[in-house]
């Protein structure tokens, strides 16, 4: 556990809060019993009270973002966008002892996973380095790293459907996925593919055998499993909601259903936010949430997993925060015990 | 009825063929028996196949856009945005023999529903006088116009619901409108309240008494009751569905339930489009058609009318075509025997 | 404050927990810090996991329905239909000292604001009153009193729109109302208005000027302002989404807008759910919380008023918890600062 | 061509009009040059008008529901559920010289493709033999035959997306195929997963490799390319709409991108409702049309196809007025040259 700067409290900065995944942090950390928000910066809001642009926080909060930001913090949660991360944390030399969250995909893969540069304190080179922050796979790492790097969003809920696999060398034939993201996944920007007009009642396919998230997720599965060499076939599709991620998956596997079903609950023993069935499971079930469940089945030979989870939560801003709860000692759930929306 | 250039069919040019209106003006033109495309213009899309932009028309047709146009036509529509009709109108003078049928707001009102221009034939001025296209108040007016001023969609949606109290000098009180109107209302452009994540499942309120369209219903109104002098509050709401306008009405009214569905029911009987129900309406019940019914009841002392209408269709290309229907002497509802989406 | 059964938490008994407001309330009180829950009472789910019902439940309780429950709790929670809440209590004898909150109609009107009956314990017959659960009117009386008659949802959004003008006198003229409710205010029962087909992208109105909520509505109007005697009229509309009302209302007003803003603002200080604003609203902001947000506008004479809230918390279970609060000396916001979905 | 009993006109009756299927033929039938529609027989609904169940059809119709047949027709459409086709057909011996079309399950199947019964007129068994009716694999059967069982909807867009493969012998590895539909495909009852709230904003799998289309699917596979023999992996979803079908499927195959679009463009030049592109797709697109729109990739060795169409039309009612036509000789695209709706 890590002395905190502010007492009994964790003080939080938050680089980019204007966006989605910033919203959708302050929504988690303006209730956590255990964070103090020591700055919200945003360079194009800078000045403006946050509930101007995450306007169900009117009533929640007075805070307002700011143009600047201090070291006096514990921890930073980078919401910026890919690429920037890295170039904030080159040009703003923040002190070692700030832990840094980034959910960028800037520091995800191993090779990437550091950044070196001076620090305003002395010449000395500072390098950080950063710790794949899927809880599932790398608890115990995050509980004693520097600096996290979030997982992103079909990165975390594919992981989640095929880690118990790798971990025990079971990830033996090709895999099929297909899984459907809501339209927050797209972030605030406007788009074409984001028009209500048009993604109203729709259903698209994009990136097909190409998403960027398969490099994290082949990189989390031969960690576990060396010798893991199959493909990965994923087609990802545009859903017509806003939040929440399903992944259908299958494989062919000598696991018999109850091998299977065994082999998940003993992974997942312990993790709170991730749960086994063997009921059908939908979409809506952990909307809101940062809970992931997984329904695993066998059907003649083949294992078929389902995966949900809500991508901005267990997906990005919710798992930031499950990561920042291990960093600095706190109850895994702290803050994170969010009522569902369910319907 | 008017000689045709082309011979059987009424050839018809479009400008601004790349938006909403221009592509449901497509999607009936291409199969309308008596209707020849002579070109579909666009400064934006010269050159691409109508199906690049308007993509469920692969199949039906290989027209592609222009970026220029020509004479040899007998209607010209105009799909254009508010103010650009008049600027496009003046810059570029069609000879009178051809007719305009405007679908912006440019005409709509009495005091501004005409243009002079030299054209190119002759130094005389040309004056262009516009008739209010809407069939259900001006149909013989409209069957000897010149040209067309297309209304507005709340506008037809509001006017149809009161136009027969009107007719019969019966609109006394005070009147209370609230409706909500579809995403495509707002067009094509990307905009903060079109966009998926925020319109998904929300409803907003806005212009509250100070739509554009209040003039053309108030002006609609006191041409069939010279003496109406009443409020017309309108609240209209965004609705998270694309198509689509449902209208609620009421004021005091000293008539019977019976006298108002007949004097209802008189005013449209020989309208093929609108029609007059005691039974409950729901909006999806029109929505890809040119249909608008409406539903009388009495409550206590007050009328309370329900009006539903494609806000595309009736409210935009449909009535303009209805409108072409009638300047060309075709049969009202050529082209427009619409399969309804139902659900 | 009341002595509780059970030490330091407040020991609850729900019937009627496999519904929606149950579920609610279930979704709410597993994560409240200040209540353990002694049974959830349903007899179609008697010895199913809450979760089988309540699916997104799933990894946060192992809590079951039970088919019987017991006097040794300090409240209880009907969440049955309306009707069922005075015949279960005729017949289910509780003793005095178990405080009931209903979230039926059935007491929420003050003529039959009561329930007499012969307990177990003795033959002298039990009489309990019920105060009507709107802290934004009655918080000192709901702090001492024995039952609570918690208010219906569209009832609830529609005072919290009227109720600072008639505290004030100012309600002296006609009002008129359109709301939109989600889905889930029509129960869990399938029917055919909320068939997936024909409400999805569809709106409806019903019950035209006769909402049986207009009586609540008028009943406090009256406690506030006893002149109170304008004619109310009230359009519910169907909307095409699960969660949440909004809506819209006007009235002619001689209060000029900053007076307005003040006298809401005045009247709502203090109370920490309902939150004033002059910025646009729209029905997400405060879908999933139990916030009501209510805008105030001043259109030419007249006073425009819109109030969104969701019909399951501030409208029906977090009301319910909030009123238990109260009753129970405990912080008024515990257990309910909620995150907002948001999106 | 078949001599037609009433003149010009084929003369159709529909056995089962109040369902989806039902009303999805009547709209198009209301509408087609070249039907008379003879009677709509509808057990629960004789008497009533048309327009009182679907009530789109207001102002289009005056036709009734009827509770009795008879045999002066050409055509009888058999809109009735699984099972019911062939017991109507048992216990109701229409004269031979009447052809069906049945839009169930019961006769697509080669095994179970006929019934003997005897007639009215003679002793002698009447045996009905039928045609699968998928235009796009038995077109010069479909013109020739007595009978036709119409396609199942997910078996028309999967079969649409595979049968040019099969025709050029080409399926050779095993396929995968994800789909999804919207909640039309699953009739007219009410279920907990057409329930709105539910449905909404929610996704959820179903049938897991085995659906009852897939062996309609092979069936026509097979019929194309003897040797086929390779597993159909079919993941089908419930999706939050209410019509359409996309399916996406893949298999490892040695064609080139240009071959394989020049061999799915070859094999549908001619069949006017099914087109081929490159381009990326979406639902929406042919959602209230006849139409099916594939897209055709490589990547690497993977060839990759979706295919969307309109599960009522095209995947049945369209689809059967598709064979109606030509059954009796007229233009294959009458009556369903069907504007879209596009938004």
Known sequence: MV?????????????????????????????????????????????????????????????KF????????DVLFLCVGHG???????????PASVKVIDLSQDFRHSEKASISYDTTQNSQPTTRN?????????????????NIANPGCFATCLQ????????????????????????????QSLAATSHFTWRNDNLSVYKVFDHQHLTEIRQSLTQLQHNFDQEVNFIPYRGDFTRGIIASMYLNS????EEAVKLYTDYYAGHPFTHVTTRNIDLKQIVNT????????????KLFIISI????????????????????GLEETAGLKLKAVAF
Do not use: W
Request: proline fraction near 3%; aromatic fraction near 8%; charge should be negative.
């Open 3 to 63: 002395p905190l700067s502010g007492g009994n409290k964790v003080k939080a900065g938050i680089i980019g809060g204007a966006g989605y995944t910033g919203g959708e942090l302050l929504r988690i950390l303006v209730n956590h019993p255990s964070v103090e928000i020591a700055f919200i910066h945003s360079n194009s809001n800078a000045g403006n009270y946050i509930y101007e642009v995450h306007t169900d926080l009117f009533g929640d909060t007075d805070l």
């Open 66 to 73: 700011t143009g600047e930001y201090n070291f006096n913090i």
């Open 84 to 94: 920037d991360a890295r170039k904030f944390l080159a040009a703003n030399p923040f």
């Open 290 to 301: 940062n809970k992931c469940f997984i329904q695993v089945q066998k059907k003649g030979n």
């Open 254 to 257: 000598d696991l018999s259903a």
């Open 160 to 187: 989640l459907g095929l880690l118990p696999l790798a971990a025990n060398n079971t990830l033996n034939s090709e895999v099929h996925i297909t899984a459907t993201t809501g339209s927050t996944g797209a972030g």
């Open 130 to 146: 950063f710790i794949y922050g899927l809880p599932e796979l790398n608890r115990e790492a995050i509980k004693t790293a520097d």
């Open 309 to 328: 989870m809500d991508n901005l939560l267990k997906g990005a801003s919710g798992q930031a925060v499950q990561n920042m709860n291990l960093l600095f």
